[in-house]
């Protein structure tokens, strides 16, 4: 491949000071408006490259093409990254900060000096010696998680359109909403996409691709009080508050995020809400063996039953939703569409390493709606939070990354 005049940075600090935040609370598709205002301008840009069907649908989703530029017959791939940021940390006014020549010290973010990445808190900057670190300035989270994505898929875009040698097949470009908040792929459309295989734009280290997610439930934990007047309510009141607590304290260390690490599950109370008379916990459950995802649930459940042995005129209602599945069951079956992506992050430069994700893609959706999608690097870190940072140069091997995966699908058709 003959080298690129990359457009991947540039880009890059143009989206993340679109505020594309998702909202949990919302019922609307997508959760907030706003998302749409980097989905109009990703199609403006797919549109000035020469993508003539780029288009921006009612419920937040950008589809594009990249047609075909050769005789072969090639599967129809698609690269997918998604536009939110999380609803965790703002990404109101973000302002993208560019270190260059990264020396190995602590980075300040100047807005907050509070706030400063350590490499002992952060062990891949050691990585990262000579390169350019771009992180937000201190009182936001960056957007790398995912905008980096978007951006490096936005460059191969504009490599393919311009590098006419590169052959490939037609390429299906899906840029989602809401993925921050477990929705991103509920209004696709897969007969559009009228893909094969997908990538997912959306991991950590350069070099890394992920095949396997956590498999994953959403549980509500009801807890039905006593209430009485305080004055008056010794021996009456049974605090649904308090036994919400109690029932959060008693749940075991060893099976909490915190705790937990590796191939190891976990369940974690997102939320908690109510009053003496009822309260309410979110609990999210995570497993990569699917089947213990039910032995978590009944952990949460049995921890409830002994707490509320106290309390005998309290009770309970505990429902358990799913939410994904780990997507290696699917990719099992397509050996090739992770070979290829392997292959294509050897030939940067980098060595591919094969990974699993404790968490979620839109790939873990899309894997079991029928689109097998296992997940790329695009090099983003410390996502969620005001410590959030990405390099230059881990944007750029993405981008190589892609354009390789493209010439690949065409050279083995």
């Known amino acids: 491949m003959k080298p690129l005049n990359f ?114 808190n952060h062990p891949e900057l050691k990585n990262q010696l000579g390169n350019d670190i771009i992180t937000a300035s201190g009182t936001t989270l960056l957007g790398a998680d995912n905008k980096a994505g978007v951006a490096e898929i936005m460059d191969a875009c504009y490599q393919l359109m311009n590098n006419p040698d590169i052959k490939h097949g037609d390429i299906r470009i899906l840029f989602t909403p809401d993925e921050e908040i477990g929705r991103g792929v509920e209004k696709v459309d897969l007969e559009k996409l009228g893909a094969f295989a997908a990538y997912t734009i959306d991991g950590e280290t350069a070099g890394n691709m992920e095949n396997e997610t956590f498999s994953a439930d959403g549980a509500k934990l009801i807890i039905k009080g006593v209430s009485a007047h305080p004055g008056f309510a010794k021996g009456q009141m049974q605090s649904a508050i308090k036994i919400a607590g109690q029932i959060i304290a008693a749940l075991p260390f060893e099976l909490s995020p915190e705790g937990t690490e590796g191939m190891e599950g976990f369940v974690h109370p997102v939320n908690i809400s109510g009053h003496v008379e009822q309260a309410t916990i979110d609990f999210i459950i995570r497993d990569f063996d699917e089947a213990l995802l039910t032995q978590h649930a009944g952990v949460i459940k049995y921890v409830a039953e002994q707490v509320l042995q106290n309390y005998p005129e309290a009770t309970y209602e505990f429902v358990v939703k799913e939410q994904y599945r780990n997507m290696k069951q699917v990719l099992d ?4 569409i992770v070979e290829y992506g392997m292959e294509a992050i050897n030939r940067t430069g980098l060595k591919a390493k094969l990974c699993s994700i404790r968490g979620g893609t839109d790939g873990s959706r899309l894997s079991l709606m029928g689109l097998p999608t296992p997940n790329i690097f695009a090099g983003e870190h410390a996502f969620h939070g005001r410590q959030e940072w990405v390099s230059v140069q881990d944007m750029q091997k993405a981008v190589e990354t892609i354009l390789h995966l493209c010439a690949i699908w065409e050279e083995k058709s």
Not at 60 to 68: D, E, F, L, R
Not at 72 to 95: A, E, Q, R, W, Y
Not at 333 to 336: A, L, M, T
């Open 7 to 120: 457009t991947v940075t540039e880009r890059f600090l143009r989206y993340v000071t679109i505020d594309t935040q998702s909202d949990p609370d919302s019922a609307t598709y997508p959760s907030t408006e706003k998302q749409k205002d980097l989905g109009h301008l990703l199609v403006r840009e797919l549109q000035e490259m020469g993508v003539s069907d780029a288009h921006l649908d009612e419920h937040g989703y950008v589809y594009a093409t990249i047609p075909s530029n050769t005789n072969k017959n090639v599967p129809v791939i698609c690269f997918c990254s998604h536009m939110d940021t999380s609803p965790d940390c703002s990404g109101l006014g973000v302002k993208p900060i560019i270190h260059h020549n990264y020396n190995g010290n602590n980075l300040v973010l100047p807005d907050d000096t509070t706030q400063v990445l350590k490499p002992k």
């Open 333 to 336: 079956q397509h050996p090739q």
